[in-house]
Structure formats: C-alpha cells, structure tokens
C-alpha cells in the first residue's frame, strides 16, 4: 500500500496529499486524515487518477463543500477527491439557462442568476454546499429543491468514462436521488424562468433573512442533523421529546434550532455521533419516530 501512495504521489504531484488532515474541509472542524486526498486540476487528470486507483480497490469519498458531513476522528481509509476551484465555472447557455461545474457554491449560482435576471433559483441562497452535493441529495428549502430546476447533469461512471444523464433519467426522493454513489458530478444544466432582478432580488433577500431569523450562522455545524419526518419537523420531534439541551462532551443542540448539532469549541467527531445516536434514540422512545439522517457520516468507526 505504500509503494501504491509513493507512485501514485510521483505521478500526480502537488494535486495529492497523503495523510491529509481533513478537519479543515468539514463545517464542524472536525475529522482524522485521509490516506489519500486528490484534488484535480482538471477532467482529465482527475479520469488518469481514478484508472490508477480503480485498478487497486481503494474506496474513494467525494467531498463537496464539507458543509453536511461529518468526518469520523480515524479518518478516511482509502480515498478522498476533493473537486476545486477549476471545476467552479458558470456561464448563460441561454437566457433561462446556465451550466455550472459541481463544484461552484449554491449561493454563488442564485447570485448569478439573479444577476442574469433568472427566477427560481432564490432559494439555492439558502442552501450550504455546492452543487454537486445539493444534486446528489436533492436539496431544497422554503418548497422549493433542485430537481425543480435540473435538466442534465455531467458525470465520471464507475467505469471512468463520462456521460451524461438528463433530468427523466434520475429518481428524485426527500433529500435523495438514485444517482449511484460511485459517479462523480462534473457539471451541471440548470434552467430557470425569466423576471427583474428587483423581483428576484427582493425574494432572494426575503429567504435570506427568514433562514437568518431560524438557524444559526457563524457557528462549527453541518445543517440539518436529521431529515423532516412526513407527520412532523425534526426539530418538532427533538423539542418535544425533551431532547434540545442534550450534549455530549463539547457537542450541543443549537440553542436556535434544535435539528442544528454544533461543535462547541473541543467536541471530537465521536461527540457529535453519539448525540446524534441519543437524540435518535430518545425520539424514537418518546414518539414511536426513527429519525433518518440528513448529514452524511464518513470514515471508519473506532
């Protein structure tokens, strides 16, 4: 395994790291190393890069913004591609539409469309991550998610070749898809409808400020702990299972949204699982409810 991360290092420079420490690409500031972290300078660097580890049966993590994942504090044994800045483009195809890279953060692509006079891409202010992430989970918020706006999207297979794959061809559920996990988002086409950017504006910053006035910002978290419940909000449940001042170690319960878990300032990874696993218990106790995750839990268990 060494010799493989001495060539592999040889063969992709300062693109991989070896033993990077991957706390600093997590929201919650938390998480061990990866064995290999990639971060490709571009499509096809990143295809030679995923022939060479396919032929070795590493395990390979896509880490989008960090902002809903939670990094075990062992790390991540195998493989973390990290997609940057260069597949981070925007451009108008048409006056409704536009193509973005995976990578591109979602608040940054209802900035443009706004600019671009595009309509019903407001609410992608809201959402923390990138587009890529927002895809592969259906993100959405305030009635609206992403599907709404998708026509196609560009993928690596698990074969390493690319293709893509329209918008009738992917299954869209609550906070999910049935994209396969081993696909790799490159880009996206989004369409959208033509307004003012007064109007856009002026609802853009309506979601902004509710979003201000219900969740906490500024703070070491990953976004909503647990997915809406059919009957009930997540937060309802917690609340009202007497869960919201919870804690564990350094790890909390937002005092201003209660499906919020923060890392208070020394919390390790392993804090924050086990109030995610006591709170889920306690609900399901109290309400008869399995609450399901909406964060992602990467890396191995201790």
């Not at 890279?101 to 443009?112: E, Q």
């Not at 319960?253 to 020394?266: E, L």
């Amino acid at each position: 395994m060494n010799l493989n991360k001495g060539l592999l290092k040889k063969k992709f420079g300062k693109s991989l790291i070896i033993n990077e420490n991957l706390s600093k690409y997590s929201w919650f500031n938390l998480g061990g190393p990866a064995d290999i972290f990639f971060k490709p300078e571009n499509k096809d660097q990143l295809i030679k890069f995923l022939n060479e580890i396919r032929k070795n049966n590493y395990k390979i993590y896509v880490l989008g913004a960090g902002s809903n994942t939670l990094i075990r504090d062992s790390g991540v044994k195998g493989v973390v591609i990290k997609l940057g800045s260069k597949f981070s483009d925007i451009k108008l195809l048409t006056k409704d539409t536009i193509e973005v890279g995976a990578a591109i953060l979602d608040r940054k692509v209802s900035d443009f469309a706004k600019n671009n006079d595009i309509s019903s891409m407001e609410f992608l202010s809201c959402i923390p991550g990138s587009i890529g992430g927002a895809i592969i989970m259906n993100s959405g918020c305030y009635g609206s998610d992403i599907s709404e706006i998708l026509l196609s999207i560009k993928v690596i297979d698990d074969k390493g070749n690319e293709k893509e794959i329209k918008k009738d061809e992917i299954k869209f559920y609550y906070r999910d898809t049935n994209l396969p996990r081993d696909y790799i988002i490159l880009s996206a086409i989004l369409k959208g409808t033509i307004s003012s950017k007064q109007l856009i504006a002026k609802k853009q910053g309506e979601l902004i400020q509710k979003k201000k006035k219900s969740q906490p910002s500024q703070i070491k978290t990953g976004g909503s702990t647990f997915k809406n419940n059919n009957e009930k909000k997540a937060w309802m449940l917690i609340k009202e299972s007497g869960c919201d001042k919870f804690h564990v170690g350094d790890a909390k319960i937002s005092d201003k949204h209660c499906n919020f878990f923060v890392n208070n300032g020394t919390a390790k990874a392993s804090d924050i699982e086990k109030l995610i696993n006591k709170v889920k218990k306690e609900v399901q106790y109290k309400t008869g409810v399995n609450l399901e995750l909406e964060i992602k839990i990467i890396g191995d268990e201790e």
